[in-house]
T-cell receptor
Framework: AQKITQTQPGMFVQEKEAVTLDCTYDTSDPSYGLFWYKQPSSGEMIFLIYQGSYDQQNATEGRYSLNFQKARKSANLVISASQLGDSAMYFC???????????FGSGTKLNVKP | DGGITQSPKYLFRKEGQNVTLSCEQNLNHDAMYWYRQDPGQGLRLIYYSQIVNDFQKGDIAEGYSVSREKKESFPLTVTSAQKNPTAFYLC?????????????FGPGTRLTVL
């Protein structure tokens, strides 16, 4: 069975500071992908970053990086230099390569304070 | 520009009426998905399709129906059997198959049943 857990329902961060959003996952499949999505108040789900289970290096996309710790089964999202526009819901997701379903966590609501 | 379109953005219906939500993609993706999101909650999978003329039930398929007659289109019908249809509905697509895959989302449809 696949499962994604996000334990932080809400978080606050000061503008220009870095913030880490936690995500742990559970799967028995050796091959899988991990994803982070941003959902602003408009509702659209915006793809941010992807990490493959066999990737040796942590994924980075601009101010976003994914802290992948395979042994701990964690895939935390790090946002550097937070901006007011980063205020949104953030969802962690996973897909085992041999399955056709994506599994989502319950989300973390991030509020960036000026 | 390639992407996923959903229409309408807002939809109001009377209780007991069936309603169909549109989802179209021009990304040449084989896989398409429908999710339901309630306020402050995560995504729940309604139906998904890996190929034309084939689809599978997700976690909350009761009261919903879909069709996949064309690769580009995956409409969702919310039937009168759905007990609480008021929600935000998101359509997504991905390349599909086994191996690395990333899911992309449409802008969503907010359905309100009066």
């Amino acid at each position: 069975a696949q499962k994604i857990t996000q334990t932080q329902p809400g978080m606050f961060v000061q503008e220009k500071e870095a913030v880490t959003l936690d995500c742990t996952y559970d799967t028995s499949d050796p091959s899988y992908g991990l994803f982070w999505y941003k959902q602003p108040s408009s509702g659209e789900m915006i793809f941010l970053i992807y990490q493959g289970s066999y990737d040796q290096q942590n994924a980075t996309e601009g101010r976003y990086s994914l802290n992948f710790q395979k042994a701990r089964k964690s895939a935390n999202l790090v946002i550097s230099a937070s901006q007011l526009g980063d205020s949104a819901m953030y969802f962690c997701a996973m897909r085992a390569y041999n399955f056709n379903k994506f599994y989502f966590g319950s989300g973390t609501k991030l509020n960036v304070k000026p | 520009d390639g992407g996923i379109t959903q229409s309408p953005k807002y939809l109001f219906r009377k209780e007991g009426q069936n309603v169909t939500l549109s989802c179209e993609q021009n990304l040449n993706h084989d896989a398409m998905y429908w999710y339901r999101q309630d306020p402050g909650q995560g995504l729940r999978l309604i139906y998904y399709s890996q190929i034309v003329n084939d689809f599978q039930k997700g976690d909350i398929a009761e009261g919903y129906s879909v069709s996949r007659e064309k690769k580009e289109s995956f409409p969702l019908t919310v039937t009168s059997a759905q007990k609480n249809p008021t929600a935000f509905y998101l359509c997504a697509s991905s390349i599909g198959g086994s191996g690395p895959d990333t899911q992309y989302f449409g802008p969503g449809t907010r359905l309100t049943v009066l």
